[in-house]
């Protein structure tokens, strides 16, 4: 092949993520809808929009979004520090010298599973049902690191995102999807994957399956 043939990697216009996305989890099949909050149509979704209000189901329904995963901190079993984030070099960047990593484009997928106690009783057909709690939600995340620069691989988003996988502690996030479905606002991360995409060392894709997490206020009782 000459040289001239050689075309390097580029950075990913934004328009063209969602189909990337698709690509590097094969997911041709599937019609995921498009969220954007507010009233504001997404150029990408035509008639697929979804706002709060809508009739159509959520649960188990691929919807593509934004997602900001804020950086943070947490006291490990050691007692030291452990920062997590994206390294700051603006004025995003917190007391700890860390910034939010944002996801701009990533398919997101919610299932709750609810806790029912199903009780056999001799002589009856159907079981007695007890209700104990909604549950808490699985949320799956598949999304692609890509970098702004040409034949470049995303090493700080890259880094952002393990440390955020890596944390003994829920992660607060803002997005609008989650958020004004599900009131989800903290996720816990329990499995990432990283898979390679062939010919392009200018993108990342990744998939992260999270739980949500309320946070725990402990209040002590003076003696």
């Known amino acids: 092949m000459a040289s001239s043939d050689f075309i390097p990697n580029q950075p990913i216009p934004s328009i063209k993520?969602?189909?990337?996305?698709?690509?590097?989890?094969?997911?041709?099949?599937?019609?995921?809808?498009?969220?954007k909050q507010g009233t504001g149509l997404n150029p990408l979704s035509g008639d697929d929009e979804l706002?709060?209000?809508?009739?159509?189901?959520?649960l188990g329904l691929p919807v593509f979004g934004g997602?900001?995963?804020?950086?943070?901190?947490?006291?490990?079993?050691?007692?030291?520090?452990?920062?997590y984030g994206k390294i700051g070099i603006s004025d995003s960047a917190n007391t700890?010298?860390?910034a939010d990593l944002l996801i701009e484009c990533c398919l997101i997928e919610v299932g709750q599973q609810r806790k029912i106690v199903s009780t056999e009783i001799q002589g009856k057909s159907n079981p007695v049902l007890q209700f104990i709690s909604n549950g808490t939600y699985?949320?799956?995340?598949?999304?692609?690191?890509a970098s702004s620069l040409p034949n470049v691989y995303p090493d700080a988003d890259m880094r952002a995102l393990q440390s955020i996988c890596n944390a003994e502690d829920s992660?607060?996030?803002?997005?609008?999807?989650?958020?004004?479905?599900f009131k989800i606002g903290n996720l816990v991360v329990q499995y990432a994957s990283f898979?390679?995409?062939e010919g392009?060392?200018?993108?990342?894709?990744?998939?992260?399956?999270?739980?949500?997490?309320?946070?725990?206020?402990?209040?002590?009782?003076?003696?």
């Open 17 to 35: 993520k969602p189909q990337m996305i698709i690509g590097a989890f094969g997911l041709q099949l599937i019609k995921p809808k498009f969220y």
């Open 51 to 58: 706002s709060p209000t809508t009739n159509k189901g959520t």
């Open 67 to 83: 997602i900001v995963f804020k950086a943070g901190s947490y006291i490990d079993k050691n007692g030291a520090q452990v920062n």
């Open 96 to 98: 700890n010298g860390l």
């Open 138 to 145: 699985g949320v799956t995340i598949k999304g692609i690191l």
């Open 171 to 181: 992660v607060s996030i803002q997005c609008p999807y989650l958020q004004d479905f």
């Open 195 to 197: 898979p390679q995409l």
């Open 200 to 223: 392009n060392i200018t993108v990342q894709p990744f998939e992260l399956k999270c739980l949500s997490d309320e946070p725990v206020i402990l209040k002590t009782k003076d003696a």
